[in-house]
C-alpha cells in the first residue's frame, strides 16, 4: 500500500484525507451529506465521488483507508459496505471511534462529539466506552438535529396552550409558514435540515424557548458525563459544531482539554495504524 485515506461522514458533510507513507498530507476533498444510517445509498454515493476526488486518479487499490460514519454503530456498515469500496484495504466505524482519536489520540478522557448528531465516549486504558449515537428519531440528545425538532415541537405546544409563547416560537411559525408547515418538514427533512433550525436558539440566547431547550441538552450531556465518570476525574473534551456552546455552558464543572484534531485526523491515524505506520 502506498497511501493512507481518512474519510470522515456525517449527517452534514463527508470529508477525506490522504497522505503517502511518510504522513505527507496530499489532497484533501469534501461533499455532501453521509450519514451510513438514515441514507446508505446517498451515503455510499458521496463517499465514492469524495474518495475519486480525493485520489485524483491514483490507483485505490494501493489505498489504505479508514471511514468514519455517523450511523455505522446500527447499520453493520463495516460488513455491507467495505466489499463496495475501492481500496485495497479499508475499514469501516462509528463516528465516535475516529472523535476520540482525533482529539484525544490515545490518552484517558472524555469526548462528547456534539454536530448534526451527538455521540459521548470515555477512552480508559485503550479502552473505548460509547454512550448515545442511535440517532434523530430516538436519540441523539443535544444535537443540532434534536435542538431543531425540540425547538418545532415548542412552537407548537404554544399553538396548543401547552407553553407560554415566545418571540423565538412566534417567528419560527411564521417563517415556516404556520403549524401545518412545520409538521411536513419533519416527517420528510434529513437530520442535517433539522440541525439548521438549530441555529434560530444561538441567535436568541435570551428566549424562553431557548433556556428551555438547551436546559434539557444539559441535564442529558451532564448526566452522559457523570456515567462515563464513574466516579473518575478524566478530562472532557467537546468537539463538533455545537461543542463550544456546551463546552462554555458546561465547562465550569470539569476539566476541559482542547481537541488535538478533528475526526478526519483520527480517521486517517486509525488508516495509518491499520498499515502499520501509526
Given at each position: 500500500m502506498e497511501f493512507f485515506l481518512g474519510l470522515d461522514g456525517g449527517g452534514t458533510g463527508c470529508r477525506a484525507v490522504l497522505a503517502d507513507l511518510r504522513g505527507h498530507e496530499i489532497g484533501r476533498a469534501e461533499g455532501g451529506p453521509a450519514n451510513i444510517n438514515s441514507d446508505p445509498q446517498g451515503a455510499l454515493a458521496t463517499i465514492r465521488?469524495?474518495?475519486a476526488q480525493v485520489l485524483d486518479g491514483r490507483d485505490p487499490a494501493q489505498v489504505t483507508?479508514?471511514?468514519?460514519?455517523?450511523?455505522?454503530?446500527?447499520?453493520?456498515?463495516?460488513e455491507w459496505l467495505v466489499p463496495l469500496l475501492p481500496f485495497g484495504r479499508a475499514r469501516v466505524v462509528h463516528d465516535a471511534t475516529t472523535s476520540v482519536a482525533g482529539a484525544i489520540g490515545m490518552d484517558d478522557g472524555i469526548v462528547a462529539a456534539i454536530g448534526t448528531g451527538s455521540v459521548l465516549s470515555?477512552?480508559?486504558?485503550?479502552?473505548?466506552?460509547?454512550?448515545?449515537?442511535?440517532?434523530?428519531h430516538l436519540g441523539d440528545e443535544a444535537?443540532?438535529?434534536?435542538?431543531?425538532?425540540?425547538?418545532?415541537?415548542?412552537?407548537?405546544?404554544?399553538?396548543?396552550g401547552l407553553v407560554p409563547d415566545s418571540p423565538l416560537t412566534t417567528a419560527l411559525r411564521q417563517d415556516m409558514g404556520g403549524a401545518q408547515s412545520i409538521v411536513e418538514f419533519?416527517?420528510?427533512?434529513?437530520?442535517?435540515?433539522?440541525?439548521?433550525?438549530?441555529?434560530?436558539?444561538?441567535d436568541a440566547p435570551d428566549d424562553p424557548a431557548t433556556q428551555e431547550v438547551l436546559a434539557k441538552a444539559d441535564t442529558y450531556l451532564l448526566r452522559a458525563i457523570d456515567r462515563l465518570q464513574e466516579g473518575a476525574a478524566l478530562p472532557v473534551t467537546f468537539t463538533g459544531g455545537l461543542g463550544p456552546v456546551f463546552a462554555e455552558r458546561l465547562g465550569a464543572g470539569m476539566e476541559l482539554r482542547a481537541a488535538r484534531g478533528t475526526a478526519l485526523d483520527g480517521a486517517l491515524l486509525l488508516a495509518r495504524r491499520m498499515g502499520g505506520a501509526g
Open positions: 465521488q469524495v474518495a483507508a479508514c471511514l468514519g460514519l455517523a450511523g455505522a454503530n446500527i447499520s453493520n456498515a463495516d470515555r477512552q480508559l486504558a485503550g479502552r473505548v466506552l460509547t454512550i448515545g449515537g442511535w440517532g434523530m444535537s443540532g438535529a434534536w435542538i431543531g425538532r425540540h425547538l418545532m415541537t415548542r412552537a407548537l405546544h404554544a399553538l396548543d419533519a416527517q420528510s427533512a434529513p437530520p442535517a435540515e433539522i440541525a439548521r433550525v438549530a441555529r434560530r436558539i444561538l
